[in-house]
C-alpha cells in the first residue's frame, strides 16, 4: 500500500472494519517503544468497549494487514478502548462531547497559553471553544493549532 504513514494506511484499513463491527476507530499509532515496533489502534463504542470486541478486531485486522502488506516490521498489535480520557482526533469529536470537561494542548502560545482545561463548547469557525470555569471565560483555539486534546474525567467528590 503506497502513500501515508503507516498509522494512516492502517486507519484507512481498519475503518471500515470497525464500521462492520459497530465500532468507532478513535486513534492509530504506530512507534518503536524500546525495541519493538507497536502499532496501538483504540476504538469506541456506545456502552464501551468489550474485551471480545477488542479481540474479534484484531483477528481480522491482522489478516487485512498481513495480506495489505502495509507493515514492513515486525510489530505488537495492540487493541484497545480508547478509554474514559479518550483523545479528541475530529471535529466530530468536539461537537459529540460538547459540554464534557476537556484537556487541549496547542503547537503554539494561544492569548499566552499553550494549555487549556475547561468544559468543551463546541466548535465555531475552525476555532474550539473551551470555557474556564476559574476565570469565566471562553477561549476560542484554533483547531490547527492542536496538538492534542482529550476528555478530562470530572473527578468531583
Known sequence: MAGGSVA???AILAGPLCSQQGLELVDV????????FVLRVLIDKPGGVSLDDCQSLSRVLEGVLDAAGTVNNRYLLEISSAGLDRPLKSDRDFERFTGRLVAVHTFAPVEGQKKFRGTLRGLSEGRVLVEDAQAGVVKAVPRDLIAKAHLEIDVDF
Open 8 to 10: 494512516e494506511q492502517v
Open 29 to 36: 499509532g504506530y512507534r518503536k517503544e524500546g525495541a519493538d
